[in-house]
């Protein structure tokens, strides 16, 4: 039981280490935490929806169109909204991407209701190894995050593109200076947290049924996931991620599975409380 | 028609209650809550449970006071945290209210809900209409709550409560205690939301968990939005002719075939998104602006005195 539901969480905190890096990729650079990343998922998962059950394509192609169009929805969002209220602030940002989160979310309700949907994928017996039940859906999940995990780590330390994100989030006057221009790097971020958040929103789709809450449903812990990690470090988004997951799933041993948001809540409060700066210490949470 | 229009009339005084609230919190003292529908929840269900025992208004003053106490607990956690972080604790509180009073049965009823919430003046109700009676209710609250937070906006602590807003190290460095200060204005702002929840319960007489959304917190900031931050008179504008227009759109139904009802509801909550960010982008002062006081009318006129 308890196995189960660790490896449980393991996968879980797999299909939150997509959202939490794009949230804290797109805080590193832009220094705002996006209230949007709940929907921008949803959007994604009903982009492949579209594609994977109306068009009838394959999940591979759906997958793929639906990063393209979450990437662009998230440079469409940015120079639009979030560059033009750049220099006022972080709250005016934070309630600028609340009020995009609604925008997004209700677009996708109003062309697809409040029914839940699903992927048209062939429903496989799950494969049992040492008493763990393991299905295809979560072995799917696991070789994706895994994959884009790695294209994002080699992205970010050994390109070109990589270096200039990280010094422009490491400071971005400094960077300006040495020639890399941010309004570019800043684009580029939101195509890649936006595509990550596309993909977030297919693997979420195989997980459980597409609705117009499906994001929303993720968002307090891809939050606490991100600040667990400390907001801006790509590394402690992911392990923040691992750590929610497992936390969310294993506490069905002790609490009511209804109450597994608000593991995700305490986690961040306490976090805050005690240890303000993030398990891997960033950016000063205090003011 | 006219049952109609009390409706849209009792909905503008709930928001304009939470809105007053959220112009404290966010317009005057700068902190941003994005758990306001929490606050609201709690004041409902305080009043609807301890009404039919106690009494109107012992409920309605105790759902402020719990809410003010839940406002004050919260903030004491917290409102150190920067702005990112409160506002995902506030969203956090936010959903924490929301899944105890569906899961909590035994105190809330679930999914079910609270019935027969008695309303305020019942007797008096049945001889003169109780819509009469209840809108005149309903506005009397909101006067005398809008009259109280102006009459705070005015005194030294909604003076201090700008000052940090604008500057925070300023103000602790006059020898103000912000961290107080800032836990103080969150509770004030959370009695409000109470007694916001608790007119929405005496008015619908019945409360379930699907009244309190989001969405609720996000008309709130709509309307503090296009009011103009820190203005009380700028939000009861923008209060009314935010949910005139909205509620104007349940209209729309009648004449409009090609979209149904779930449509019309999501291109609602997509215009206040969208009503959002445009403000913010367009008119970031607002429609009725704070109005900036100087110097010069604080100290005594030295021509008069000389």
Redesign the interface.
């Known amino acids: 039981m308890a196995a189960q539901l660790f490896f449980n969480g393991l996968v879980t905190g797999l299909l939150l280490a997509l959202p939490a890096l794009a949230l804290t990729l797109v805080?590193g650079v832009l220094k705002?935490?996006n209230?949007a990343v709940g929907a921008m998922l949803t959007l994604g998962a009903y982009a492949a929806w579209v594609v994977n059950v109306q068009l009838g394509l394959p999940l591979t192609a759906a997958a793929a169109i639906a990063a393209v169009t979450v990437a662009g929805a998230g440079l469409l969002t940015d120079q639009l909204?979030f560059e033009?209220?750049r220099l006022?602030g972080?709250?005016?940002l934070?309630?600028?991407s609340?009020?995009?989160?609604?925008?997004?979310?209700?677009?996708c309700?109003?062309f697809f209701?409040?029914a839940s949907r699903g992927f048209d994928v062939a429903l496989s017996r799950p494969i049992r190894w040492e008493g763990i039940r393991i299905n295809q859906e979560q072995i799917t999940i696991a070789i994706t995050v895994v994959v884009c995990l790695v294209a994002v780590d080699v992205l970010l330390r050994f390109t070109p593109l990589g270096r200039a994100m990280r010094a422009v989030a490491d400071n971005a006057s400094l960077a300006a200076v040495r020639g890399v221009e941010r309004r570019t790097i800043a684009r580029l971020t939101w195509v890649l947290g936006g595509a990550l958040l596309g993909l977030a929103g297919v693997l979420a789709g195989l997980d459980r049924s597409i609705d117009?809450l499906i994001g929303?449903n993720y968002?307090?812990a891809i939050?606490a996931a991100a600040?667990l990690g400390g907001?801006g470090s790509p590394i402690g988004a992911v392990l923040g991620a691992l750590t929610i997951g497992v936390a969310e799933e294993m506490s069905a041993l002790i609490i009511?599975t209804?109450?597994r948001?608000?593991v995700?809540?305490a986690v961040?409060?306490a976090l805050?409380?005690f240890r303000?700066n993030g398990l891997l210490g960033a950016k000063?949470?205090?003011? | 028609m006219i049952a109609y229009l009390v409706t849209i009339a009792i909905l503008v005084c709930v928001a304009a209650l939470v809105g007053l609230a959220l112009n404290l919190q966010?317009g005057q003292a700068?902190l941003?809550n994005?758990g306001v529908v929490g606050f609201v929840a709690i004041g409902a269900y305080a009043t609807a449970l301890l009404a039919p025992h106690l009494g109107w208004f012992p409920a309605m003053l105790i759902a402020g006071a719990v809410s003010a106490a839940l406002s004050a607990g919260l903030a004491l956690?917290?409102i150190?945290?920067?702005?990112?972080?409160l506002?995902?604790?506030t969203?956090?509180?936010g959903?924490?209210v929301r899944?105890a009073i569906?899961?909590e049965g035994w105190l809330t009823y679930g999914a079910l809900g609270v019935a027969d919430i008695p309303r305020p003046f019942a007797a008096l109700g049945q001889m003169i209409g109780g819509d009469t009676v209840f809108i005149a209710f309903a506005l009397a609250l909101v006067a005398v709550v809008f009259v109280l937070l102006e009459a705070m906006a005015r005194s030294p602590f909604g003076r201090v409560l700008r000052a940090i807003r604008d500057d925070?190290t300023v103000t602790s460095a006059l020898g103000k205690n912000v961290f107080a200060l800032r836990v103080r204005a969150f509770a004030v702002g959370g009695a409000v939301m109470g007694t916001a929840g608790a007119l929405h319960a005496f008015y619908l007489t019945y409360i379930d968990p699907s009244q309190f959304t989001?969405i609720v917190t996000?008309y709130a900031?709509m309307a503090v939005?296009a009011g103009g931050r820190g203005s009380n008179v700028g939000l009861l504008i923008g209060a009314c002719s935010i949910m005139a227009l909205l509620e104007g759109t349940r209209f729309l139904k009648d004449f409009v075939t090609v979209i149904d009802g779930?449509?019309l509801?999501?291109?609602r909550?997509?215009l206040?998104?969208?009503?959002?960010?445009l403000l913010?982008?367009l008119r970031?002062q607002g429609l009725a602006p704070e109005s900036k006081r100087r110097a010069a009318d604080l100290l005594p006129d030295d021509k008069a005195s000389a």
Do not use: C, D, H
């Open positions: 805080f705002f935490a209230f909204v033009r209220l006022r972080s709250i005016t934070l309630v600028a609340m009020g995009v989160s609604l925008v997004i979310e209700n677009v309700r109003f209701g409040n117009p929303w968002q307090i939050f600040i907001l009511p209804n109450y948001q608000v995700s809540f961040i409060l805050l409380l303000a000063a949470a205090r003011k | 966010w700068g941003v994005f956690l917290s150190r945290l920067e702005e990112n972080y506002a995902i604790v969203i956090g509180f959903e924490v899944l569906l899961n925070a989001p996000a900031f939005i779930v449509q509801s999501a291109l909550l997509g206040i998104g969208a009503g959002i960010v913010l982008i970031p």
